[in-house]
């Protein structure tokens, strides 16, 4: 009976495919396609000569797509991010892995720690690399499961970049963790998602919901403020000596620029 109505159902999206197409998508499609084709970037103006699309719609589209992680504003214009690249690519997974081994190793071997490099999947987080240290006692980066968001460091990350993920949580404590990620950059994970476990991470480039971090992880007995703290300093040490766009970034609060490295939420 179900698969005789699914049946039916996608006979009348052939027969009318115009009354499902999510017309929304399709705009941001198209000013995604304009720019995408336009490496050196494309301004409002040109936008909106090119596509038949209202001025404040693309504005809309725009900052949307910076808030993802594929546009980025360059002057006057607009252009696709590295990261757009990685989205694109087939192999994006090996690509970010090849591209962050060798920080990966290194802070692992400075912090004689487990460092884990991640991405956001879909709602959950995905640990795609990770270098252990030969501890005794080792955190289990645990490859082949997705992580929540709310109650790790790396979903905190993409959750003080994407509000439409957060918008639901009313938890006053996790608000303000999310907070002090979105201005600093640095996320924790207090026993929050695993009795006796702790981590820090931070991004691996311009913060953005698509853009890789890097964690590291303690079991309790090991752990103190003061390590993770450094933990995040070796890791954008390492990540300034990567060539490519991006690693190497500073926050903006107010007038004053901050690596988020004074505070930490208790």
């Known amino acids: 009976m179900l698969l005789t109505k699914i049946k039916y159902f996608s006979t009348r999206i052939l027969m009318n495919p ?15 396609n304009v720019i995408a084709r336009h490496p050196t970037g494309v301004s409002i103006q040109d936008a909106t000569r090119l596509l038949t699309i209202p001025r404040t719609s693309i504005l809309r589209i725009l900052v949307t797509l910076q808030c993802y992680g594929l546009v980025e504003k360059a002057g006057k214009t607009y252009r696709t991010t590295e990261q757009f690249a990685d989205w694109t690519s087939h192999e994006m997974h090996s690509t970010l892995k ?7 190793k290194a802070v692992s071997q400075e912090m004689k720690e487990t460092a884990i490099l991640g991405i956001l999947e879909g709602s959950k987080i995905r640990h795609i690399d990770f270098v252990e240290w ?11 499961r997705r992580h929540p968001l709310e109650t790790t460091a790396m979903g905190k990350l993409v959750l003080s970049q994407r509000p439409d993920l957060s918008e639901t949580i009313k938890n006053a404590k996790t608000l303000k963790e999310i907070e ?3 201005k600093t950059g640095i996320a924790w994970n207090r026993q929050e998602y695993e009795a006796g476990v702790f981590a820090v991470a931070t991004w ?3 913060p953005s919901g698509i853009t890789p971090m890097i964690s590291v992880s303690w079991p309790i007995f090991r752990y103190s403020e ?3 703290l450094e933990a995040v300093k070796i890791i954008r040490k390492n990540l300034s000596k990567d060539p490519h766009p991006g690693s190497n970034w500073t926050f903006t609060t107010g007038k004053s620029t901050t690596h988020g490295l004074e505070t930490s939420e208790t």
């Open 18 to 32: 115009n009354r499902h197409l999510a017309t929304s998508l399709m705009k941001g499609l198209d000013v995604l």
């Open 98 to 104: 090849r591209r962050f081994r060798s920080v990966l």
């Open 134 to 144: 030969d501890h005794a006692v080792r955190i289990d980066p645990a490859p082949t």
């Open 180 to 182: 002090h990620a979105r």
């Open 204 to 206: 691996a480039a311009s």
């Open 226 to 228: 003061a390590k993770a």
